[in-house]
């Protein structure tokens, strides 16, 4: 991979959708290279975090930095610069399913190409970047499935699909919301795995939303709690008590969730 993965910081971060506030007054670092689960249960305002660090989503409040640079004070071109660099696997893929794992893996480039040359790329492939996508695909288990369609994949080799693609932007950073939400257990364990080893192999700074603290506890050194667009806790995992696990995770009664799924 290619760079250096910058810090990231927000400071007294606040985000409203519709006068309901997703996330209150949130202050977090993420060093270079450095390897975090956020935590909690849904609406509590992981989804936009994540969001916010690759500059789809617009603080309301506060700053949020990458390096030295304040993402609200980027231009266009800018903010499509920063997302060559911040590679995101959504909960839902986001895979075209009538097109070739191949194919799904090659759009990871796009942001890097003008529109044309992107179109060549994904319908007439060089063999260089054919190769590429094999090496990705093989390094994540499913190299044999190289020209399978997608949506003949199932769930978790869907999933190995939407990591080979990020790692395809040659990214410095990777932002992965909630990607074992549709697997088992067994091949959730083998997904998070797999992006600690690749977070490692690649030098990646690497944030992931979860519901699993199980897996949380076992694969991540830190452990962000959010409920209700607050932090509750920023701790190693041995560090964090058992109240502060029910408290963030008590019923949040009416009008409790205020974010997006995550």
Known sequence: ???QPAKFRLEEVCVDFDGQRALDSVSLEFAPGEAAALIGPS???KTTLL?????SQRSSA????CGEAVLADLSRAGLRELRTTVAFVHQDLGLVPNLRALQNVLAGGLGRQRLLPSLRDLLWPRRDRIEQA???LERVGIGDKLYVR???LSGG???RVAIARALYQHPTVLLADEPVASVD???ARDAIALLIELSQEHRLTLLVSLHSLELAREFFPRLVGLRAGRVMFDSAPGAIDPGQIDALYQFEGKGGGLDDPG
């Open 185 to 187: 257990p067994a091949r």
């Open 1 to 3: 991979m290619s760079g």
């Open 51 to 55: 969001r916010l660090l690759n500059g």
């Open 157 to 159: 080799e869907q999933q």
């Open 150 to 152: 997608t949506d003949k």
């Open 43 to 45: 609406g509590a305002g």
């Open 134 to 136: 094999y090496e990705l």
């Open 62 to 65: 506060g700053n949020v930095y």
